[in-house]
């Protein structure tokens, strides 16, 4: 006979379940130095850079980000990148991410002094031309990526910066999560019609780890799929009456991390109703 149990009751009990928070490091940074034979990256510099030169040659940060700490299936709710500029001699200037539409490289080169000029490229560097050089290349030079910015903030004095409150953003690093094939992650456009205009960026190899890129991702996991949620090896309706006192605050039979077993982001009598239902042999 199959176990039943009224969660109508129950319904305007529970709470709302929280959030989890990551700051996420760089997987991987570079500059595309505007070149057309492809010479110039920085591979393991501790600056990238974007915007015009003071000649008028244009500088391109690349960065992405390794999202495998979050569990598959969670829903992103905000999304923010943490940039720390460290040079610069122009005043504002809008500074843009746009998602990348390709894969690319970080190399073993390393720019001297302040960087700027870049360093020869070695095997699997990002160039102007090149995803890795020297045999892939970009569709078009300097970068493949969607024109349309994903976020786009003011940059002037020396200084911490973050981009985020952005839908386009949010959606960025969710289509990534459920796609992990397709994170290549951003490409960083400065003003370029206006010399000197350039911004000097920390890298994730800067010396000091408090200025290094930091992605900080606020994320609801998905509700477990096991219905053993006392973790007594069985399912029974003692999983549902854990459920119950779950949903009531008290977690003291409950061994799953949270009791929003439908995942409609709280933790109430449709919960226990969802309980039930694995209980008597409903997939998830």
Not at 38 to 54: D, E, H, I, P
Not at 264 to 276: Q, R
């Amino acid at each position: 006979m199959k176990l039943a149990l009224a969660a109508t009751s129950l319904l305007a009990l529970g709470h709302t379940v929280s959030a989890d928070t990551l700051s996420i490091p760089a997987s991987k940074d570079n500059t595309l130095y505007e070149d057309p034979t492809g010479f110039s990256s920085n591979g393991r510099g501790q600056y990238m850079f974007a915007g015009a030169t003071v000649v008028s040659q244009l500088r391109r940060a690349v960065m992405a980000f390794d999202l495998s700490a979050i569990p598959p299936g969670s829903t992103i709710e905000s999304a923010r990148l943490k940039l720390n500029m460290s040079r610069t001699i122009s005043l504002d200037q809008q500074v843009s991410l746009h998602r990348l539409a390709a894969d690319w490289g970080e190399g073993d080169s390393m720019a001297v002094l302040e960087e700027g000029r870049g360093a020869a490229a070695e095997p699997g560097d990002a160039t102007w031309i090149h995803r890795f050089s020297t045999d892939d290349l970009w569709t078009t030079p300097g970068g493949d990526f969607d024109p349309a910015p994903s976020c786009t903030i003011p940059v002037g004095g020396i200084g911490s910066y973050t981009w985020g409150a952005s839908g386009e953003l949010n959606a960025d690093v969710q289509s990534w999560l459920d796609n992990p094939a397709s994170n290549f992650g951003w490409i960083v456009i400065c003003n370029e019609t206006t010399p000197a205009s350039a911004k000097r960026f920390d890298t994730r190899d800067h010396l000091d780890p408090s200025v290094r890129p930091a992605l900080i991702i606020n994320f609801t996991p998905p509700p477990s799929c096991d219905p053993d949620v006392n973790c007594d090896g069985s399912i029974n309706g003692f999983d549902i009456e854990a459920t119950e006192q779950a949903v009531n605050g008290d977690f003291s039979n409950f061994c799953q991390a949270s009791a929003d077993l439908n995942g409609d982001g709280a933790e109430n009598g449709f919960d226990i109703e969802t309980e039930e239902q694995r209980v008597n042999g409903e997939p998830c």
